[in-house]
């Protein structure tokens, strides 16, 4: 079971970037999968998240309206869409899945599947 990110780079302030999270091993069908990302010396917050059988989403405040997460199902794949990137969004950047018991979880420790993380800076 492996989740691979990827998407991230270089990109200035008002560009867009998609990033993406490849599954192997396992279908997302019965997953929730969420998107993170951490800054150096803070904490890994949520970005956005997707329940792939039921297909809703949530965002981080931050990130609505800019950011839109989205899956495909013939590639077992979710994408993050990020527009009008701001320099306070350069972070590395994580997908994450677990079951979907409950719906959407915020809390990082919720989720038990990890990719690798992508990093994403975004210069002024």
């Known amino acids: 079971v492996q989740l691979q990110a990827s998407g991230g780079g270089l990109v200035q302030a008002g560009g867009s970037l998609r990033l993406s999270c490849a599954a192997s091993g396992f279908r997302f069908d019965d997953y929730v999968i969420g998107w993170f990302r951490q800054a150096p010396g803070k904490e890994r917050e949520f970005v956005a998240g997707?329940?792939?059988?039921?297909?809703?989403?949530l965002y981080a405040d931050s990130v609505k309206g800019r950011f839109a997460i989205s899956r495909d199902n013939a590639k077992n794949t979710v994408y993050l869409q990020m527009n009008s990137l701001k320099p306070e969004d350069t972070a590395v950047y994580y997908c994450a899945a677990d079951r979907d018991y409950s719906g959407i979880y915020y809390n990082p420790m919720k989720y038990g599947y990890w990719g690798q993380g992508t990093q994403v800076t975004v210069s002024s």
């Open positions: 997707i329940s792939w059988s039921v297909g809703s989403t």
